[in-house]
């Protein structure tokens, strides 16, 4: 267990790695040949920015440790001081990864628009029109949308950071994601500005086929943008739970990206674009996400910190709003939603909320019990009435003293509830439970997406053109 | 002085910045009229970043303090501990004001795009060409480059904060910037991959009017991005000097910006649109410094980081770079270059060189003096001779022990040197001689660019059009 616990990766981790480099450098190389492969580029990348996360995570614990972002782990019998904020490495290694990608993505284009011979803002010359390839223009609008992606999630871990050093207050950190989407709604603003959306056939006699929402489009991707890195942050609190509900929507979204660029669909299809976008945001972070979770799951030997729940939700907020398909996205984040919803009666003090929810630790058994409330001041009978419904119905535990007042509730997150329902179990079970409940209601809401939805809408966009 | 250790703002400070606050949005609203005036919506911006970064410095002190954020200022009697890394409020304040900037920076151009219909892509039609206006797209490449320009400052902000944290290794830290290069460079390269330069007469017969330096002129580009954080960073030392050095050449910088877009100079000139988008990258720039400097000037209240001056050093060579005007930058950096060069002795090890090199504090006279190398191994003969020499010539001050031998020398960078040539003297005195050094410097180095560059170069381009 040396290697676990020093700083330095073991020689077999070492070898292991600088094979997957060495030969992602290789792909990498051969992809600059006739139009390029842009996607096969994207997975190489993502395996290098998995193996520079994983060394980087390693090597750079003292440091972080010595620099005191560090924090305990409560959920351990010896609550051993682990570096912190480790999100903030694997988030650098992804802008980084994103960012030297931008010639592989633009590739085909670069070799398209120069080939007309310089000025790269022309339509390409006549010979080539005639030679029968398509008219082509570099897409500037692509790279703008690119950037701007880019720029919010570059955003958002400055400021991530920021709240890992300086422990914002909670109603200013919800803000955050807010200031983090300001850059892509304004390049959206500015180059894009598509605001109409597809009305839903049982409403289309009265507002027509499609209806522009104006700024209320805006209001909408901000609410999204505030929503995803919130909901993510918000169900944290267990050793890789944060990174491995993340790796379950990412592997989802790729997964619906997948269909419309499966040989099944017709091609080219309009949203092709879209979801080879998407793709290219996904599929590094896939990288650097599961190097994050080699050293966050259980036991952890890093804290993710503020700044990765942030950044996932950005990474997935951008994907979902310049891919346009942000109501896909939604329904993945079912078991968030409802945790967010479950959470209100004390995020809006209705019931007392502690600062930390996270399940208790006991230290008898090695097991994660629901966290509870102590009602030091009895709540209103109308509250009481409710909490004892909500008891029968299983939705929390109360515990009652001699005179039947109420004088502990358990706390309401997703974590909590799970262990009321299920028991106690260990750190590592509970986190494990998380990532299944994830995947059975991500899929779900992709069998909602791509069969149910035509209930509602005329066809599913994937067989057809209109991005909803 | 309450107002001065307190953190909050006294009432009077309040007042003026509100004032000053509300101007700016009056001004700002007045601006969406017409065809939009982003040059008096940046300025309007800049009054902005000003208060806000001032008011946030003042209130955020103690939870910089508590956050281990601090530093202790050597050069007063009571070596007071400080908030430092500063800069990074102040440049997180500078780049949200630039991302809210964008919709007025190309409010003419969205007009003009959209009123053509809905599709911003597609060249307006046919009845505004008839009504006299010109054919107009949406400027994608200006778009993408003031982008890209936003990257690097963001990747050049989040790893400065990584580095005030981590404390990173001297031999690490000057390739920071080359990291935070890497965005603009990228999308230089996909999106205008100019790479011609005008060669200078005397070299025509051999080379022609312009040359392609290809992949050259990218080395070039990452050098001076590299040199241009660094060479700040290494003038610093003492109270303001970092701050008060960029405003220097942040105000030259806008003074050749006018120069371009003053009545005098022939309109439309190739170049406005360089320098307009030198300008709404300095103007803000010089709002937040100014704010910084109010507090960071003798004595200091808070200390500014390396984050301020790799932040700094990165605005001026994206607009350089961006701008196609890197040479005239680099006569502005003048001062910087001589430190550099000055210091390459010890930076090389020939001479040894102590972690720090600032000017050392005389508690009893409360003035600043060189602060020396102690040589403890007799130097070189050959290093002894040249020292010898440039003692001689009065660019450094050695001391010597009864048999001859150098015990003592200077630390070789301009403020030191300052110290040798002027005396002892307190720090904000040294600081201001910096300034009066880096302005001279300065125009010395516009009037050169604009006067004696015809004796090389066929013309001024500011009076005709090749970007060089």
Redesign the interface.
Known sequence: MTSDTSSSLSHREAWRLFLLVGACIGILTNTFQGEGAPLIASTAFSGIAFAVTFSMIRW?GP??L????KGRDMAKPKRPEIPETMG?VCS?VY??AL??F??FA?YKD?VAA?SGGGN??VVVEAQHVEHGRMLHR?P??K??SY??G??SL??I???G??DD???IRWRHKVLIPA?GA??ML??Y?????VTHVVVPVPLQPYLGSFIDLGWLYYVYMAAVAIFCPNSINMLAGVNGVEVAQSLVIAVLLIANDALYLAPVTPYPHPATDSHLFSLYFLLPFVGVSMALLCHNWYPSKVFVGDTYCYFAGMVFAVVGILGHFSKTLLLLFIPQIFNFLYSTPQLFHLIPCPRHRLPKFNSVTGLLDASVTEWTVPPSPLIAAALKLLHRLRLVRITRNESGQITESTNLTILNLWLVWMGPMREDRLALSMVGLQTVCGLLGLFVRHRLALLVFREDNRTFGAHV
């Open positions: 750079l440091t972080f010595k620099a005191g972002l903030a650098i802008l980084l960012i030297f931008i010639p633009f670069i120069t790269r803002d570099f500037h609008g790279l703008a950037l701007s880019l720029l570059q955003c871990v400055i400021l950071i920021g050093l300086l422990d200031f300001i850059p304004i390049v603003f500015v180059d894009f500005g």
